[in-house]
């Protein structure tokens, strides 16, 4: 089956700084999601970007789907940005037609202040 | 609105009880889905309902058994489960497609989720 890796597995900032998280995928795919896990257990969406680049407010996403990789950037961090950001994957070619979403291990992030 | 609810927030069973968990959904979503979250792991799908029809089944234990009694509620029931059984349980819901196909491009929004204990 398709292979999601996300790196890095752990992250820790200083408020106000930049950082990017990574997420590489060994199959074409036609859905992909990027979500924040808050310490409370929420799965918040904040993309859905199987190609190209999308931005919204501090945070950005790009998908470069012929290459197999996402990055979602993370500018002027902020502890409330603290939790688990996850990459989520879905295609025809893996069970996608039912809608399979399959996720990466995430990467937990800890902004200090 | 993209919100999906989920009750209860917490739940403390033992081993020969019987519950249920709720999830509901006012999106017109024609698709739900439970995935359950481990400690440190990642949410994994656990079964997936379109247009009220069970599609997919990812060979969960008989102890769960879910139910879709209409296109906006999506329940768990919970018999017998074993203290490994102790994980997040995630609601979701997307579009859904036409003909109770799901597309493989559907948005998934997720709930809050019900963290279970069991003793």
């Known amino acids: 089956g398709i292979q999601v890796e996300q790196s890095p597995p752990d992250l820790i900032l200083q408020e106000g700084a930049n950082s990017t998280l990574r997420c590489n995928f060994s199959?074409?795919?036609?859905?992909l999601q990027w979500f924040h896990q808050n310490p409370w257990g929420q799965l918040i969406n904040l993309f859905y970007?199987?190609?190209g680049t999308k931005q919204n407010g501090r945070l950005s996403a790009t998908t470069v789907a012929t290459e197999r990789y996402s990055l979602l950037y993370i500018s002027s961090s902020q502890t409330t940005d603290s939790g688990v950001y996850f990459c989520?994957?879905?295609?025809?070619?893996?069970?996608?037609?039912?809608?399979?979403?399959?996720f990466g291990k995430g990467t937990k992030l800890s902004v200090k202040p | 609105d993209t919100e999906v609810t989920q009750t209860p927030k917490h739940l403390v069973m033992g081993m020969t009880n019987k519950k249920s968990l709720k999830c509901e959904q006012h999106?017109?979503?024609?698709?739900m889905y439970w995935y359950k979250q481990k400690a440190k792991k990642p949410p994994e799908l656990m079964f997936v309902?379109?247009?009220?029809?069970?599609?997919i089944n990812e060979s969960v234990p008989s102890r769960f058994s879910p139910e879709c009694p209409n296109s906006s509620l999506l329940n768990l029931h919970l018999h017998a489960l074993q203290p490994e059984d102790s994980a997040l349980y995630l609601c979701?819901?997307?579009?859904?497609?036409?003909?109770?196909?799901?597309?493989?491009?559907?948005?998934?929004?997720f709930g809050p989720g019900t963290r279970l204990t069991v003793l």
């Open positions: 979701a819901s997307s579009q859904g497609g036409l003909a109770g196909v799901i597309a493989s491009t559907d948005t998934q929004y």
């Open positions: 970007i199987p190609s």
């Open positions: 999106m017109g979503h024609r698709a």
């Open positions: 309902y379109s247009y009220e029809k069970l599609s």
């Open positions: 989520a994957v879905g295609g025809i070619n893996y069970g996608g037609s039912q809608g399979n979403l399959i």
């Open positions: 199959d074409s795919v036609n859905n």
